[in-house]
Each structure stands twice: as structure tokens, then as C-alpha cells.
């Protein structure tokens, strides 16, 4: 392992991922110095997770002096590469790192990486399911990255016949020269425009996931997906594949035939799962059970380990999550929904008559397209936060006898819940899949999530 001993280290912002990082560079000896925007009366949570340890913590703005003591900077998930204090960084030819590349140098055994513009922590977690299944004591897999916990945090716990499966998202990737040795890009569509600009340039940093591979690596990705696909061209190792329909002849890949899914290696077909095996609601689950089953095979893992990482998964937090029946409408939280496109997955996984919460913070990406479906499918809008007047625009003037029947416009998400629960009835879905970030009133997701779910459960 690189020696930390003496380097000084900047890592900008104090979250999840930044805390994790100067837990580990403190322990093998590194001066730390933690850099976050937000006054210090907001951080002393944070600050009490590092008690005791030798790190230096600096509030309020991102003043580029620090620099001039700095041998290292290392980014949060959150830290743009556009504010003064990192493009100063880059012009004086400082390195710019972040956890996930520090992880990736040490780590002493085989990686899974997974990323894409949704399903990623889905297909992770049913990776890691079926990991946990097909890996044996004393050996052991280990699920992290941009879910869970950083696992820089057990980085010397971790043995050279473990196997280790990470979620990276785009911001990670885009500092990011070492590739995991299977690479997993789901799917590439617009998302995170705010932070990267173009499409191109949010694919690029997708892509790094697969760049810096060897031949003897193995990259799958979603053959359904043009954003994914397009990138078989750039796979240095083996390519494995998932979609819904059966790969070309010669080609390895999951499919979907006659509810069952089923492995195409070479001129065989081996049967994975049947299709009433999973839990999880909507097509995009299944290409999400797909691609698990790809990346398993990939892996290596038995057949009977991937169906039992599948059977009786009900999903995760946020994501399609079922609250309650109340009045006889069912409530689903789907925070995890911060692009329009998501939300569209979520309306698609529903036949009953829907109730939808939009809102949030805009990322900067269209919403004519969910606004055509909802015309389509939804009978009650419910909008709230910061991208209010963005979908309200996207949605139109409402036409008596059309869809939305009604249309709400609430400024935040717990009177949303009240005008959500006044115009529901028995039979109804009521569905909050945002389509925008939290950020507008919570620090994440998993917050909105949570406060959504204690909303809704007080209701009576």
C-alpha cells in the first residue's frame, strides 16, 4: 500500500464519502485538512465522527490559500471540478483525486464495478446478494461505493480472496485511472446536465468505468440502451451483455424468453431464473435482474447462487418502496427517482390509476417527454419544490376532461403529501417519483425519502 505518512491532503467536503477518506488517511499518517462550504454550526455532526482524530477542519467558503499547504486534493461526490478552489488546483499541476481512486490503488482483491444512469444500486445490491451466496468463509464479499458505506473505511480488512462490488457514480469516474476488472455500464441517458454540461461529456465520464482495462477484464453492458452499447467498441477485454431479447449468435449475454431468464454463452443456453421468482415491479427491474444475471455470470457465480440473491428481494429503500394502503390507495415511495426519465420507468410499472408527486431541483434535463405520458397516464399531478414552474411549463394548461384531472401546486413535499391524500381513492397508486434532486429541502434522496414515508404513515 502507498505510503500516507507526512502528505497533506485537502479533501472538500465534510459528507459521507470525505469523512471516510480522512478516517483513513489520519490512520496510516497523513495531515488532513477537511474543507466544506457550510458554516460550522452545520457541521459539528460531522465534526464529532472524527473526534479525536488528527485532522484539521476549515468552514464557510472554499478560500484557494489552502493550496499553498496541499500536496493532495481529494473531491467529495458533491464538490464541482468547476468552483476557483479546483480549477486554481489544476493550473498549479496539483494531483486531484477522490476515495473511490484511492480505494481502487489499494484494494488487493478483484472488483466489481457498476455504474449507469439508473438501476445501479439495484443491480449492486442483487450482485452483492448473490456475491454473498456464492462466496464461502473464511472468503467474503463486500458491497459499497456510492451506497452504503465507503469501503476505504474497511480497506485493511479486506483480503486478497475477498471479492469487492461497487456502485460508481459519474462524478466518482470522472477522476478516476483504474478500471475495476469487470465493468458494468447499465445504461446512458441524460442525467447530472447541471454539473457536466453535455451528454458527451457525462457518457465520457461513464466510459472512464471500462478505459483503463485490461485485455484479460470483462466489461457488460445493457445491449437495450444506444448510450451503453455504443461503447462495445471501446471494451479492451470480453464483452458480456443484457437486454430483453436474445444477443446475436456468438455473443454472451442475458435475455428474456418465455419467462425465464436465460444465459447465451457461445452456441449454449443455459437457464437462470424464472420470471416469478422476482419481486420487483416494472420492466426496468427486470433489466435490472438481467444485468445482475450478467455481471454474476461475468463473475463466475453459480446458477443456484444468482437465484437465491434474486428470490425474495423486494427492492431497497426509496425505490418503488410500498408505505402503506390507506382508504384503499396504495402509497410507493420512489425518491430515488432525481431524473424525469426514472419517473417514467416508475409510471410504467403501474396499471392502477395514478396519483403522482413531481418536484425537487432541476438537473437541467427535459421533461417533455414525462409530460407526454402523464397526459397519459396520470389522473392527479402533485407539484412541489424548485423545478415547480419548469414542470409546469412542460406540463401545459390543464383541459377540463383530460389528463391530469387536477394539478396541485404545493411548495413543499409535506403539503404535497396532505393534497396528494385529499384527492386519492380507493383503487389509486400514489407515487412520489420526483424527477428532480432533493436538494431544494433535503440533504439527500434517503432524507426525502424518509420524511415522504413518516409523512404518509401519519396520515390517518
Known sequence: MKSWNGLRILILGGARQGLALARFLARHGAQVT????????????????????????VFGSHPTSLLDETDLVCLSGGIPLTIPLVIEASQRGLPISNDSQIFMEAVPCR????????????TTTLVGRMAASAI????????????????????EEISSSDLVILEFSSFQLKQMTISPQIAAVLNITPNHLDRHGTLEAYTAAKARLLAFQSPTGIAVL????????NLAGQVLGRLVSFGLSRPLAGQTGSFYQHGRLVMQDGPKDIDLIAHNLIQLRGEHNLQNVLA???IAWAAGFPVKDMQEGVKDFAGVAHRLEFIRTLNGADW????????????????HSFDNPLVLLLGGRDKDLPWGDLAD????????????????????????????????????????LQEAVQAAAAVAEPGDVILLSPGGTSFDEFKDFEERGECFRTWVNQLS
Open 34 to 57: 477537511i474543507n466544506d462550504q457550510r458554516p460550522a454550526e452545520q457541521m459539528q455532526a460531522a465534526q464529532a465522527l472524527l473526534h479525536g482524530m488528527p485532522v484539521r477542519w
Open 111 to 122: 472488483v466489481i464495478g457498476i455504474t449507469g444512469s439508473a438501476g445501479k444500486t439495484t
Open 136 to 155: 464461502q468463509a473464511p472468503h467474503k464479499s463486500w458491497v459499497g461505493g456510492n451506497i452504503g458505506t465507503p469501503l476505504i473505511d474497511h480497506l
Open 222 to 229: 445493457g445491449r437495450d440502451d444506444p448510450g451503453a452499447w
Open 292 to 294: 445482475a444475471s450478467a
Open 332 to 347: 410507493f415511495n420512489d425518491s430515488i427517482a432525481t431524473a424525469p426519465e426514472r419517473t417514467m420507468a416508475a409510471i
Open 373 to 412: 405520458l402523464v397526459h397519459q397516464r396520470v389522473d392527479h399531478v402533485v407539484i412541489f419544490g424548485e423545478a415547480a414552474e419548469k414542470i409546469l411549463q412542460a406540463l401545459g394548461t390543464s383541459q377540463p376532461g383530460y389528463r391530469p384531472y387536477t394539478l396541485a401546486h404545493c411548495s413543499g
